[in-house]
């Protein structure tokens, strides 16, 4: 079994914004593979997808952002799911709009929701795939610009991004995250 959890905010009052991105990853898996969300058995909504050769649970917190880490470690227990069959989706603002970084682990970057979930997994061992929604004017504050929605110009660069992303979690699902980091990381241009 296999745990993706794309990470944001629950609530109306989110949707949309760059702090969703990973959210919206998961809606797209969701509806490419005509899958409903339910409750789990922990803080989120989930949707299992039976792969060819594994049983995949997509998860989307409830906790909010910066809390993620309780819910992606009780989904893991849960389950009994090991680090490397966990992936992490969630913004970067470090990453210009559209761009996407895939890692086997690494540091927290700053994004308080990785800093939750290895808080709480007591390590930073766990695969993730970053998506750029760009940091925006470096006057405005962080938390204002995560929490903001899309300018116009953005949009079909973001709207690219999430279905690339989407194509890469359904790569490491099939081929693991080697894979997905080869065809992800690359410069690929938002306009492409």
């Known amino acids: 079994m296999k745990v993706v959890a794309g990470l944001g905010n629950p609530g109306e009052r989110y949707r949309g914004t760059r702090h969703n991105v ?17 409750s789990s058995p922990v803080e989120a909504m989930q949707a299992r997808w039976r792969g060819d050769t594994d049983t995949v649970v997509l998860a989307k917190p409830l906790t909010f952002m910066n809390l993620s ?22 913004d970067d603002v470090n990453l210009p ?3 996407l970084r895939a890692r086997a682990n690494g540091s927290e970057g700053g994004h308080n929701g990785l800093r939750s979930i290895a ?3 007591g390590t930073s061992e766990y695969g993730r795939l970053r998506v750029g929604v760009g940091r925006g004017d470096l006057k405005r504050d962080l938390s ?29 699902v099939s081929h693991g995250i080697d894979r997905m980091m080869s065809t992800c990381n690359r410069a690929v241009e938002a306009t492409e």
């Not at 992606?72 to 992936?87: A, S």
Request: net charge negative; with cysteine; proline share 1%.
């Open 144 to 172: 204002n610009h995560v929490l903001a929605k899309f300018d116009v110009e953005e949009q079909i660069a973001m709207e690219r991004a999430i279905v690339r992303s989407a194509d890469a979690v359904e790569t490491w």
């Open 119 to 121: 808080a709480q997994l």
């Open 22 to 38: 990973g959210f919206e990853v998961i809606d797209l898996l969701a509806r490419r593979h005509g899958l409903v969300f339910e």
């Open 69 to 90: 880490g309780h819910a992606v470690v009780e989904l893991c227990r849960y389950y009994r799911v090991e680090l490397p069959d966990v992936l992490i989706v969630c």
């Open 97 to 99: 709009v559209g761009r």
